[in-house]
């Protein structure tokens, strides 16, 4: 029970990848497994932000321990936490991964970008986005240039 | 040693955790496009709220704008152009790819047993280098937000590599999209008395108070949630409202597609430029210490920014002030060439392209 | 020739070559997209790619006298910076995209005006030199998610120029897509691989990472981690069975990226597996040679003989090489499994090698596709007649692929041979032989059709390729030759970079 407490967190991003890669797998609709494709890579922004999270922690944007702000955060914790894990009074969530997960999310956004574009050409050229209609088309078409037996 | 804000923390958490499992199900579930990417759209602002929890307030911004905000658009955008349903896939089909994620699924929850638990303030993550960065930031880069102080500074390669992805995206959109027969997404010519009179004066106001928050998001960055990614994203949006209520002629007059792609081009430029002419000052690529020589810097007056006595980075303050700009230009101007591109096609120009 | 002697640039400008081997392609690319008429942007283009080699050889004369490179970028010492971390694998890596890089920057002049609409140019061009920096930061880089990073910048413009073979062949529309969610899979996968090692360790710099995990051989997350990033790296690679992508992406792309791509792309990101594999997992880890022995060799075999009998069975040229460029990353795969210096040091030769080879084939295809439109073998009958001195470098590129001695295919093949036999893997060397011999089927049956049939009647009559493509196609093939008979320059980089993994192993 309690490794569902600490690890539930990686347990839903498994069940997120794993609903992104099987919409890639088994549609054949273009925009959908572009969609699946969306859905696996932010799967990836939640893995990498869980393990940043630290207990009790804030955001990484340093205040004054001193402060009004500082002191309320720092009364709801165990001084001696605080000491072993805060830096200058105040207990903050690591900003490594956050910066990470912006690349990510960009990268994201330019993937499906490009993406959709291509389908968009696709159903320019081929007249349809699912996969087994193109290989169709595809299929006539190399037919049609065999030469005469 | 025990945190008693997590326990509410992890309920909220918890929480917003099963709802985009819920929603993941539904877009596995649903073959209506449409209803698949209003669902993305909605898990990308729960997610959002999610990065709250997390302690994450830039990335929950960013997650916003591009997630529910630009994607959903570029999206809808597709789905016009091509078709709005997917076709039914029979269950047979479903075996091997259902299979295949679920080895994945089961090697990773074998893996996940080995990650520390949830939380965890000594954990090997939590304690190196990320660590590190929250004890030195404020020593080396002087910016109170530390996420902007390692996405500008300790790791701003990647952050130019990003950019030069987003470049990339301009680029490719352009080479598929942007050339051939153009529509001009014009409002109905000609319609008897406008019928459109608030949205427009609507629009009129808000473009500018749009652009007008995009600057605030931009300059702010360094002290909280925000950037140069988010202010981009931001004011593309003022661009798109515009093209939206106005037509794409309206807009593309005001702003052509070419000079989009430029300003794309010449963010990039302003964020590698910065890292010659570090190199030019002795310093390496990006090391914003050298951006200024010590002639320049000694121009600068004392209390340009507040506190006099306290000592200033300039060259960080103005290194990341200028790749902000570069990241915002090549970031606004690629989501109006995506929206150009996508608007710009329609079923006239398909049909056109067919006839080929 | 002897890199440590070489004089290529000052010492202030060698010191700043490994960032400017990849910064001046990427402004390149903005000038490019900046420029006023497809012209101006191909000779920015060819401009941007010779500096970059330039700056590439400059790096690979360094690594020779000093050993290792490491380059802070920001001024940060890493872990907390990122750094550029270059030894002589990924100097010779480099050196080998700078300079294809560089040849095909040359060719596109041609290539383009026949394949791509001429409005697209400067785009085009643009989109080429940040795939080309894209790589060389891919193989530069000293930091992991830095590697995602410029992954990413190889490849999303490369999905759309892909694309943009559509006007040839529309069939490159489905391909490019194919490529592009699988190449995002791959990446994924990369990252998620990154994520496992970042949460065991905490470090995202390679080296600091090596360092950390050299305890952690055990723990289920670094396990998942390096069977996440050997899949996710394996697609990009083009390992076997994740190579599905390849064959289309080849076959119906640009000539232009066709031969970069076949040149260079797998290579990248065969090196970075490499680095995984050889320098950032624990030494000696059960997990990591059971990897080699059990997974990379079989694979590699498999790869071998299947890729190698569908090239065989092929029906369109440019089908047949791209099938073939699967199989000769099982050989690169074979010498990797090896698990020792002589091995590795052959794999990386063999990966210089096949890069040469596949770009002059491929450009030789180039510029016959300026003046034929054809894609089936048949198509391709009598063109020797017509375009001799073009036939004639994909004729030596073939030779190099078959194996022909004094190529540098021949010496490639032999030193993976060589170290099979004295790590006595008789096996691997039996599917060397093997594979082989299935190229020789298919080369011969090209071969044949291009320099001994007569052109069927009516058919369209091939051109001799104009000067601006013949000029490099010469260069290259006269490269494979070159190294055939003295192979000293990528010898030198291959064996230092493979001893320097090695040393610190038992």
Request: glycine content about 10%.
């Amino acid at each position: 029970m309690s490794w569902i407490a600490t690890h539930f967190n990686y347990v839903v991003v498994v069940i997120l990848m794993m609903a992104g890669l099987f919409i890639v797998f088994s549609s054949g609709n273009l925009i959908k497994r572009m969609i699946g494709l969306a859905l696996f890579q932010s799967s990836t922004a939640l893995f990498y932000i869980s393990f940043g999270k630290v207990s009790g922690g804030t955001a990484a944007i340093t205040l004054d321990a001193q402060g009004a702000e500082g002191q309320a955060l720092a009364a709801q914790l165990d001084p001696a936490y605080v000491a072993q894990f805060g830096v200058e009074g105040v207990v903050y969530s690591n900003p490594l991964p956050h910066v990470l997960i912006l690349t990510a999310i960009v990268v994201g956004v330019a993937t499906l970008a490009v993406g959709l574009a291509i389908a968009v050409r696709v159903r320019e050229s081929y007249g349809t986005v699912e996969s087994d209609e193109i290989d169709a088309v595809s299929r006539v078409a190399a037919e049609q240039a065999e030469p005469a037996p | 040693m025990t945190a008693p804000v997590l326990e509410a923390s992890f309920a909220l958490n918890v929480a917003l955790l099963l709802m985009l499992v819920v929603l993941a199900a539904a877009v596995v579930w649903t073959r209506s496009l449409l209803a698949a990417i209003l669902l993305m759209s909605v898990y990308s602002l729960v997610s959002a709220t999610w990065l709250m929890v997390m302690d994450a307030p830039d990335v929950a911004f960013t997650e916003a704008v591009v997630g529910a905000g630009i994607s959903t658009i570029v999206a809808l955008g597709a789905i016009l152009l091509t078709r709005g349903e997917a076709v039914r896939v029979s269950w047979k089909r479903q075996v091997v790819p259902g299979l295949l994620a679920g080895l994945v699924g089961g090697l990773l929850i074998y893996a996940m047993s080995g990650l520390p638990d949830f939380g965890d303030p000594a954990s090997p993550a939590n304690s190196h280098v990320g660590r590190a960065y929250l004890e030195t930031a404020k020593r080396d880069i002087g910016a109170p937000n530390v996420v902007t102080a390692v996405l500008g500074s300790y790791r701003g390669f990647d952050t130019l590599g990003e950019t030069v992805v987003i470049l990339a995206a301009c680029i490719g959109v352009a080479l598929m999209l942007g050339f051939g027969p153009r529509a001009t997404l014009a409002p109905p010519a000609g319609a008897p008395g406008d019928h459109h009179v608030v949205l427009r004066v609507t629009a009129k106001m808000l473009v500018p108070l749009i652009i007008l928050f995009a600057l605030y998001v931009q300059f702010h960055g360094d002290l909280g949630a925000g950037g140069g990614f988010q202010a981009g994203v931001i004011a593309a949006v003022a661009i798109i409202l515009h093209a939206l209520v106005f037509g794409l002629r309206e807009t593309t007059a005001a702003i052509p597609p070419q000079a989009a792609r430029a300003v794309a081009a010449l963010g990039v430029v302003v964020y590698a430029g910065v890292g010659i002419v570090c190199i030019v000052n002795g310093g390496g690529f990006l090391d914003y210490d050298h951006l200024l020589t010590p002639q320049i810097e000694a121009m600068i007056p004392a209390g340009l920014l507040g506190d006099p006595d306290k000592p200033h980075h300039w060259g960080q303050y103005f290194g990341i002030l200028a790749i902000e700009l570069g990241v915002l230009m090549t970031v606004s101007a690629t989501m109006i060439t995506i929206f150009y591109g996508f608007a710009g096609r329609t079923i006239d120009a398909i049909a056109a392209e067919l006839r080929r | 020739m002897q890199l440590e002697a070489l004089y290529v640039a000052q010492p202030a400008l060698t010191a700043q070559a490994p960032i400017l081997a990849i910064a001046v392609p990427l402004i390149g690319a903005c000038a490019a997209a900046l420029a006023p008429s497809g012209r101006a942007g191909w000779m920015i283009s060819v401009v941007a790619a010779m500096v970059s080699a330039w700056m590439a050889l400059a790096v690979a004369g360094e690594v020779m006298r000093e050993g290792v490179i490491l380059y802070q970028l920001g001024g940060f010492a890493p872990p907390a910076g990122i750094a550029l971390r270059v030894d002589a694998m990924g100097a010779l890596i480099a050196l080998l995209i700078g300079a294809v890089g560089t040849l095909a920057a040359v060719f596109s002049g041609h290539s383009l005006a026949a394949e791509v609409r001429p409005e697209k140019h400067t785009l085009f061009q643009a989109g080429f030199l940040l795939a080309q920096a894209g790589m060389v930061g891919l193989v530069y880089t000293g930091d992991a998610f830095n590697a995602f990073v410029f992954l990413e910048v190889s490849s999303i413009g490369t999905y759309a120029l892909v694309a943009a073979g559509e006007r040839r062949d529309r069939r490159a529309l489905p391909a490019a897509f194919n490529y592009l969610i699988m190449g995002t899979i791959g990446a994924t996968f990369y990252v998620i691989g990154v994520g496992f090692l970042y949460g065991a360790t905490g470090t995202l710099n390679m080296a600091d990472m090596a360092a950390r995990l050299g305890t952690l051989d055990q723990n289920a997350a670094v396990q998942a981690g390096f069977a996440f990033i050997v899949a996710g790296l394996g697609v990009k690679a083009a390992m076997f069975p994740l190579h599905g992508w390849l064959p289309g992406a080849y076959a119906h792309g640009p000539s232009l990226i066709s031969l970069f791509l076949a040149a260079t792309a797998t290579k990248a990101a065969i090196y970075l597996m490499a680095r995984f594999l050889f320098e950032v997992f624990p030494d000696g880890a059960a997990f990591g040679d059971m990897f080699l022995q059990w997974v990379l060799a079989p694979l590699g075999a498999a790869a071998v003989i299947v890729c190698s009998l569908q090239a065989v069975f092929a029906r369109e040229l440019r089908r047949m090489i791209a099938f073939s460029s699967v199989a000769q990353v099982g050989f690169i795969f074979l010498g990797f499994s090896l698990a020792n210096a002589s091995g590795l040091s052959a794999a990386l030769f063999y990966m210089t090698a096949h890069g040469l080879m596949k770009a002059a084939m491929f450009m030789a295809l180039g510029g016959l596709a300026i003046s034929i439109g054809a894609r089936r073998l048949e198509d391709f009958a009598g063109v020797a007649r017509e375009a001799p001195w073009t036939a004639v470098a994909f004729g030596i590129g073939a030779a190099s692929l078959v194996g022909t001695p004094l190529t540098m295919g021949f010496l490639a093949k032999w030193q993976i041979m060589e170290a099979a036999l004295a790590g006595g893997r008789i096996w691997i060397f039996a599917v060397m032989a093997a594979g082989s011999v299935l190229t020789l089927v298919y080369v011969g049956r090209i071969i044949e059709v291009m320099f001994f049939r007569e052109p069927a009647p009516g058919a369209p009559r091939a051109k001799e390729s104009p000067v601006g493509v013949l000029v490099p196609l010469l260069i290259l093939a006269g490269l494979s030759l070159w190294f055939g008979i003295d192979a000293s320059l990528p010898q030198q980089l291959a064996q230092a970079g493979a001893a320097s993994l090695f040393e610190v192993r038992p």
